[in-house]
């Protein structure tokens, strides 16, 4: 489901701190992904926005893992010193400074669709899913369970203050895989 997910998303939205505990890279795809992204007339692959305030982050991010992959895009505030963007400028990185030194996600996420990136997947961290959710612009939120019990200390699905107004959602559809895993997608009740 998860590679389904991104074969039909304009771009992948990302917190920094998931893109450097997680590894990830310019997103590049199977050649099965690559055929629904055709039949569905987009782009071969999706943009890979790295939501981060500091824009800290290492500049091979922008070479996918394997092969060929999409481009990689950093939003992050403003007042950033030139040294400190020019090499992942020079990566091949679209780096956008937004205004002030907080970022407004709904106002980001309507200047990427306004930009042809309306289809957006957040893959995390538990904070951007928090911030987004906070700023109401969520519009679905899909949940695995998987048949194991792993124990310990573990984070939510989202981190951060408590969402002003409680998000609502209501089941859109399940699937059960042969390997016990429940596939959810819940969609916004109507506000």
């Known amino acids: ?4 997910q991104r074969s039909l998303a304009d771009a992948i939205l ?18 099965w992904q690559l055929q629904i992204r055709e039949q569905e007339g987009l782009a071969p692959y999706p943009v890979l926005v790295i939501i981060s305030a500091s824009a800290d982050l290492d500049p091979t991010v ?3 893992a394997e092969g060929e992959g999409g481009a990689v895009m950093i939003i992050t505030t403003a007042g950033k010193l030139p040294a400190d963007l020019d090499p992942l400028r020079a ?12 970022l407004d996600l709904a106002m980001i996420v309507d200047q ?3 930009t042809g990136l309306p289809r957006l997947l957040c ?5 951007l899913h928090n911030d987004l959710l906070a700023a109401g612009v969520v519009n679905e ?17 989202t981190s951060g203050a ?12 399940a699937l059960y895989a042969d390997d016990g895993a429940l596939f959810t997608s819940y969609r916004a009740s109507a506000r």
């Open 14 to 31: 990302v917190g920094a701190n998931t893109v450097r505990f997680e590894g990830y890279r310019a997103v590049d795809l199977e050649p």
């Open 141 to 157: 939120v899909a949940l695995t369970l998987a048949p194991v019990v792993v124990g310990g200390q573990g984070l939510r699905s």
């Open 1 to 4: 489901m998860f590679a389904v």
């Open 123 to 127: 893959e995390g961290g538990p904070r």
């Open 62 to 64: 922008a070479t996918p």
């Open 162 to 173: 408590a969402l002003p107004v409680p998000s609502s959602f209501r089941l859109h559809h």
């Open 91 to 102: 990566a091949g990185i679209t780096v956008l400074e937004a205004e002030g030194d907080v």
């Open 112 to 114: 990427l669709a306004g």
